[in-house]
C-alpha cells in the first residue's frame, strides 16, 4: 500500500517504473539536493502534475499512474540523467488512504467529506497556482501548515469522521 524507493535519472522520456505492486492513487517525487517537490494524484488526468509550491499544472513530469507503477517524463524535475530522486506511492485503500477532489466555494468552516475515515494527516493542493497545505492530526485545533513550512490557521482546520474541515 506504500513503496519508497530511490532511482537514478536517465533523461528519457516515458520512462515507466513498474513492480511496485499496485497502482498508485499519489506520487510524489523529490530531487536530490532539493528543488520543487513534484506529485501527482489519481484525480488528474492524463500527463498532468503539480510541484507543492506555488505553480499551475505541469507536464513532462509525472504522466501517468500505471497499474503496477508510474511513468516520468524527460523534464529536470523527474529524470536528469545521473541525478538522484527519492520517490513515495500511495495506493488508495478503504479507511486508510483516499485521494478525492473538491471544488472550493468559499465557505468558512466546511466540511469535505467521503474519505470514509477520519484522517491522521491531509495534503491540499488547489489547481490553480496555489501552494499546497498539510496538517497532521497532533497540530493545533484549527491550523496546517505551507510546504514553504509556515503555520496557517484557516486552511485545514479539523480532522472529522468522515474527512476533514476547510476554512
Known amino acids: ?8 535519472g536517465d533523461g528519457v522520456d516515458g520512462r515507466a517504473f513498474t513492480g511496485i505492486g499496485f497502482q498508485p492513487g499519489f506520487v510524489l517525487i523529490a530531487i536530490e539536493g532539493g528543488q520543487e517537490i513534484v506529485v501527482k494524484f489519481a484525480t488528474q488526468a492524463g500527463d498532468a502534475a503539480f510541484t507543492l509550491g506555488a505553480t499551475t499544472t505541469l507536464t513532462n513530469r509525472i ?3 500505471d497499474a503496477d507503477g ?12 545521473g ?5 513515495l506511492c500511495l495506493k488508495e485503500v478503504a479507511g486508510i488512504c483516499e485521494v478525492l477532489t473538491y471544488t472550493g466555494n468559499a465557505t468558512d468552516n466546511r466540511s469535505i467529506t467521503a474519505a470514509g475515515f477520519q484522517p491522521d494527516f491531509v495534503l491540499v493542493k488547489a489547481a490553480a497556482s496555489e501552494i499546497a497545505y498539510h496538517r497532521f492530526e497532533d497540530q493545533g485545533a484549527g491550523n496546517s501548515s505551507s510546504m514553504s513550512g ?3 490557521a484557516d486552511f485545514i482546520q ?6 476533514f474541515q476547510v476554512g
Not at 83 to 87: P, S
Not at 158 to 163: I, M, N, S
Open 1 to 8: 500500500d506504500c513503496k519508497v524507493f530511490s532511482y537514478v
Open 63 to 65: 504522466q501517468s499512474l
Open 70 to 81: 508510474f511513468s516520468v517524463g524527460a523534464d529536470a524535475d523527474v529524470n536528469t540523467a
Open 83 to 87: 541525478v538522484t530522486y527519492h520517490v
Open 150 to 152: 509556515a503555520d496557517a
Open 158 to 163: 479539523a480532522f472529522e469522521a468522515d474527512g
